[in-house]
């Protein structure tokens, strides 16, 4: 068809003629509503923009004279990272002296990893990178975090059931018992 016919096919209808392929032989075009497609494409991205997790990177960082405990709360945060989706840069940072011993720094990043095993993949060994031993960890695939669960009695309800303990205990006085009164007096008469 003609470029001319088509474009007064595309008045009559009221829409516009479109080239599809321009590089084909004969170049393809299409009649359509051009701004009603560019609104619904608009419409498509933002949509599968909404969906998307963005995977952000979060750090936690240690020293080399970090204590036991102490790394397993950080061992906690790290899998509550993961279980949000996102990458986490484990870090040892070492000061002075300690920087003669990068190989502390070494196992605690390795135990770090024996304890995330079934939960995390290393994407990245621990490296050495100036004065900071780092190691990046993303998440298992197949992994699923465990479902938080919900304390059986309300905060309130815990409290007050305390109290009623407390009242219901059986009180002391310091009021002198008649045992008591009877020893004083004896102590008087000797």
């Known amino acids: 068809m ?6 007064d096919i595309a008045r009559e209808r009221n829409l516009d003629l479109v080239e599809i392929s321009p590089n084909a032989i004969p170049p393809v ?3 359509m509503d051009y701004g009603k497609y560019k609104y619904e494409q608009a419409k498509k991205e933002n949509e599968a923009r909404k969906n998307q ?6 750090e936690i960082r240690m020293r080399p004279r ?15 990272f993961l279980a949000e ?20 720094g070494r196992k605690m990043l390795d135990e ?7 939960t995390a993949i290393i994407e990245r060994n ?19 975090p465990p479902k938080k669960q919900l304390p059986p009695a309300g905060k309130h309800q815990g409290a007050k059931a305390q109290a009623d303990t407390r009242t219901s205990a059986p009180s ?10 009877d020893v004083t007096e004896a102590s008087k008469e000797s």
């Open 172 to 181: 002391q006085t310091l009021a002198p018992t008649s045992e008591s009164i």
């Open 2 to 7: 003609p470029p001319l016919r088509a474009l």
């Open 112 to 118: 770090i990893a024996e304890v995330l095993k079934g």
């Open 126 to 144: 621990p490296v050495m990178e100036g004065r900071m031993m780092s190691m990046i960890v993303s998440r298992a695939p197949g992994w699923e």
């Open 29 to 31: 075009c299409k009649l």
């Open 85 to 104: 989706g996102d990458r986490v840069r484990v870090s040892v940072q070492f000061r002075g002296a300690e920087m003669r011993h990068p190989d502390i």
């Open 53 to 58: 997790k963005t995977i952000t990177l979060k």
């Open 66 to 80: 970090t204590d036991e405990h102490d790394i397993d709360v950080k061992t906690r945060k790290i899998q509550e």
